[in-house]
């Protein structure tokens, strides 16, 4: 990864932001259980319902933006969702009084919290072209400093406030929102339109409909992310409670992810020397992404304890690195002007992994603990693996790479 100094001014602008904007996210979503729970005297029961409500919501937020693209425009998409998101979170303090419109507006907040995502991934590909693949590296690793950073602080604004670390994530997606309403402005006067602004670019010829039945291009992509995230869900719902039942003390479970977020910066070289050596190819770094879940899973299997689990993690964190920029930079960059709809396509299909992992890992350690979980992280991660090689044999072959831009480029 080349250094910040090698990139234009708007991309620092744009990293900072984007820092910003993440670090605000990160101030909410620790803190939805524990305020459900305490605050508002719930059940843990209930406390499960808001954040699938939640999920159900940004798995139609991915969905829609994606479809939304070239009608909307990336102008009004992506300051309309920040704007609107930032609203939902405002009124958060208002709509607890009810609990049924404080499940509503939870679900808005994840509507609208991923509405805007599949538009800016988009814009980063069109946009930085020929360096989309580094640049979504380098975002996702700025976005994890904002992860750190918030959670970290939002431990210490519950404790004044829950409702003011819902109210400082609005402020900050109200800021994003801005910035882009200003950075959009300048970019089309100055260096001309953004991709999807134009009437020109539009696909107006082509359905959405029609665009879904290209299933090669993200149908195989989407359903290894599936499978991974239903696996990651042991960390959650296998690893936490085995931690406690072990009588391990709880801050264990957390060293875990201090463990990820230093791997995430400090392994960069290391995931560098893969993608060089094993995985130069964003279809090949899924695959090697997928291989080193399965690897993880296997350790937590095979190795059930707290070393294990230090191992799993630096397995599976490598996984991640090598997945997270790799599927937008494929999809900006094979699938021309439908790329904003695979976006929210392959994002919402991954994203229904991460609502049914928790339901059956849960289920499983239940039933017999730490072992099920681990049984069917592994199978999970074996039907990942054996998905994006078929994703890698079709991009090899081109059939991939053609269909998408020229049924665009006919409108």
Same mark, same amino acid.
């Given at each position: 990864?080349?250094?910040?100094?090698?990139?234009?001014r708007e991309i620092k602008v744009f990293l900072i932001a984007s820092l910003i904007n993440a670090t605000g996210s990160a101030l909410m979503w620790p803190l939805v259980t524990?305020?459900?729970?305490?605050?508002?005297?719930?059940?843990?029961?209930?406390?499960?319902?808001?954040?699938?409500?939640?999920?159900?919501?940004?798995?139609?937020?991915?969905?829609?933006?994606?479809?939304?693209?070239?009608?909307?425009?990336?102008?009004?998409? @992506?300051?309309?969702?920040?704007?609107?998101?930032?609203?939902?979170?405002?009124?958060?303090?208002?709509?607890?009084?009810?609990?049924?419109?404080?499940?509503?507006?939870?679900?808005?907040?994840?509507?609208?919290?991923?509405?805007?995502?599949?538009?800016?991934?988009?814009?980063?590909?069109?946009?930085?072209?020929?360096?989309?693949?580094?640049?979504?590296?380098?975002?996702?690793?700025?976005?994890?400093?904002?992860?750190?950073?918030?959670?970290?602080?939002?431990?210490?604004?519950?404790?004044?406030?829950?409702?003011?670390?819902?109210?400082?994530?609005?402020?900050?997606?109200?800021?994003?929102?801005?910035?882009?309403?200003?950075?959009?402005?300048?970019?089309?006067?100055?260096?001309?339109?953004?991709?999807? /602004?134009?009437?020109?670019?539009?696909?107006?010829?082509?359905?959405?409909? /029609?665009?879904?039945?290209?299933?090669?291009?993200?149908?195989?992509?989407?359903?290894?992310?599936?499978?991974?995230?239903?696996?990651?869900?042991?960390?959650?719902?296998?690893?936490?409670?085995?931690? @406690?039942?072990?009588?391990?003390?709880?801050?264990?479970?957390?060293?875990?992810?201090?463990?990820?977020? @230093?791997?995430?910066?400090?392994?960069?070289?290391?995931?560098?020397?893969?993608?060089?050596?094993?995985?130069?190819?964003?279809?090949?770094?899924?695959?090697?992404?997928?291989?080193?879940?399965?690897?993880?899973?296997?350790?937590?299997?095979?190795?059930?304890?707290?070393?294990?689990?230090?191992?799993?993690?630096?397995?599976?964190?490598?996984?991640?690195?090598?997945?997270?920029?790799?599927?937008?930079?494929?999809?900006?960059?094979?699938?021309?002007?439908?790329?904003?709809?695979?976006?929210?396509?392959?994002?919402?299909?991954?994203?229904?992994?991460?609502?049914?992992?928790?339901?059956?890992?849960?289920?499983?350690?239940?039933?017999?603990?730490?072992?099920?979980?681990?049984?069917?992280?592994?199978?999970?991660?074996?039907?990942?693996?054996?998905?994006?090689?078929?994703?890698?044999?079709?991009?090899?072959?081109?059939?991939?790479?053609?269909?998408?831009?020229?049924?665009?480029?006919?409108?």
């Amino acid at each position: 990864m080349r250094f910040l100094d090698d990139y234009p001014r708007e991309i620092k602008v744009f990293l900072i932001a984007s820092l910003i904007n993440a670090t605000g996210s990160a101030l909410m979503w620790p803190l939805v259980t524990m305020y459900v729970f305490d605050e508002l005297g719930r059940s843990m029961q209930d406390a499960g319902l808001v954040i699938l409500i939640q999920s159900i919501g940004g798995i139609a937020g991915q969905l829609l933006g994606g479809a939304l693209y070239h009608k909307v425009g990336v102008n009004k998409l @992506i300051v309309g969702a920040l704007a609107m998101n930032a609203l939902a979170l405002f009124a958060l303090p208002a709509a607890s009084a009810s609990w049924t419109m404080f499940i509503i507006a939870m679900g808005l907040v994840g509507l609208f919290g991923a509405l805007s995502m599949p538009a800016i991934q988009a814009f980063i590909g069109f946009r930085f072209a020929e360096r989309r693949a580094e640049l979504f590296n380098i975002v996702y690793v700025a976005n994890n400093i904002g992860v750190a950073v918030g959670t970290a602080l939002s431990g210490f604004l519950a404790d004044i406030s829950y409702m003011l670390s819902f109210v400082m994530n609005g402020v900050t997606s109200a800021v994003f929102a801005v910035f882009f309403f200003v950075y959009l402005r300048k970019v089309g006067s100055v260096q001309g339109p953004v991709p999807g /602004e134009s009437r020109r670019a539009q696909p107006r010829a082509v359905s959405n409909w /029609e665009l879904m039945g290209n299933t090669r291009i993200y149908l195989f992509m989407a359903l290894g992310s599936l499978f991974l995230l239903i696996g990651n869900s042991i960390w959650n719902t296998g690893v936490s409670p085995f931690i @406690i039942s072990e009588g391990l003390p709880k801050k264990y479970y957390g060293f875990l992810w201090t463990l990820n977020g @230093i791997l995430i910066f400090a392994a960069q070289p290391l995931v560098g020397l893969i993608k060089r050596w094993f995985a130069a190819g964003s279809a090949a770094q899924m695959t090697a992404s997928a291989v080193f879940y399965l690897s993880g899973y296997a350790v937590i299997l095979t190795m059930p304890s707290y070393a294990g689990m230090l191992l799993a993690m630096l397995l599976t964190t490598l996984g991640e690195m090598l997945i997270a920029p790799a599927m937008p930079a494929f999809i900006t960059e094979h699938a021309s002007l439908g790329a904003p709809f695979y976006l929210g396509l392959t994002g919402g299909i991954g994203a229904v992994g991460r609502v049914l992992g928790p339901y059956f890992m849960g289920g499983l350690f239940d039933a017999g603990g730490l072992a099920p979980t681990a049984w069917l992280a592994c199978g999970v991660a074996v039907l990942a693996v054996g998905f994006f090689v078929i994703h890698a044999y079709g991009s090899r072959r081109g059939a991939v790479l053609a269909e998408p831009a020229e049924t665009v480029k006919s409108a």
